[in-house]
């Protein structure tokens, strides 16, 4: 990459386009520990580096997104909780973080009984669509340019709203045995919102986390699924490193952890190809 892939996030300009499209992707893997979560607050702080104005919203009664951008329980008075149950508008419940031009709307465990106290409402499906249209009318989230949604690790309600939401799914999956049957049972999902819910869901792509090149293993999984799912895979692939580990409990992404690690370098190049392939693709209605 360039140059710019060593400046500093809080060291850049601030992109000046209001009216840029809004752009919603939905971060979806039914399967725990593939690095669904780690790319989720890396992505963003990388797009945000590049200029872009990024809102992460935490739908894993977890909260390992809202934890990793620094966000202390005592700060999560609103949450995605109350978003969803109908309490709280998405202004009311984003909150910044210290990355600039990222924002958060953060988890709590009370996320965890929601999917029952939703079940009986017969918009339990588009409660985080119709959240999202507000944004249009907020002063403070009008300028957002790219929505990420971090999933639980599992396919019930709450992963169903993003998908509803979502113009396109991004999957990180792990380079281990059993990637591919984990996301033979993903896109099966993801048709059958397209056909129920979301007509426009699309895979947006699939980057491969956890990569060693020393394992014979990682490189048959990049083969398999290079195979498999062709030019949906990002040619960025996400190493297995040390430093990307540590950063969580330091309450920082990567990138402001350690700039200049295998990790954060690897992310740095997957926003740009992110935005590369966004530039194909037409515009949200």
């Not at 739908?59 to 390992?64: A, E, I, T, V």
């Not at 999560?76 to 149950?85: D, K, N, Q």
């Not at 999957?171 to 056909?195: D, I, K, N």
């Not at 007509?199 to 048959?220: K, Y």
Request: charged share 20%.
């Amino acid at each position: 990459m360039s140059d710019a892939t060593t400046v500093d996030a809080s060291e850049r300009p601030a992109t000046g386009h209001p009216a840029k499209p809004l752009r919603i992707l939905a971060l979806a893997n039914q399967k725990g520990g593939v690095g669904k979560t780690t790319t989720a607050i890396n992505l963003g702080t990388a797009l945000a580096a590049i200029g872009e104005e990024v809102l992460v919203i935490d739908l894993d009664p977890q909260g390992n997104a809202s934890t990793g951008l620094g966000i202390e329980k005592a700060r999560r008075r609103v949450s995605t909780y109350e978003l969803m149950a109908g309490e709280a508008s998405l202004a009311q419940t984003v909150i910044p973080t210290a990355v600039p031009r990222l924002s958060i709307a953060p988890s709590t465990m009370d996320l965890l009984g929601l999917e029952m106290e939703m079940a009986a409402s017969q918009d339990r499906a588009h409660r985080l669509r119709n959240a999202l249209r507000s944004m249009a009318q907020s002063e403070s989230l009008k300028r957002i340019s790219y929505v990420l949604i971090d999933c639980p690790p599992s396919l019930n309600l709450l992963t169903i709203n993003a998908l509803a939401a979502a113009d396109a799914v991004l999957v990180p999956l792990q380079c281990e045995f059993f990637a591919l049957e984990g996301l033979s049972q993903l896109l099966r999902t993801v048709e059958q919102v397209r056909g129920a819910l979301n007509p426009r869901l699309s895979i947006q792509g699939i980057v491969l986390t956890m990569f060693d090149p020393r394992n014979n293993l990682s490189a048959q999984v990049v083969a398999d699924v290079r195979s498999f799912m062709g030019d949906k895979v990002y040619e960025t692939m996400i190493p297995r490193n040390v430093r990307v580990s540590e950063a969580p409990s330091h309450g920082k992404p990567a990138l402001l952890y350690d700039l200049k690690c295998a990790g954060s370098q690897a992310y740095l190049r997957l926003a740009s190809e992110v935005i590369q392939r966004e530039g194909r693709v037409p515009a949200a209605a």
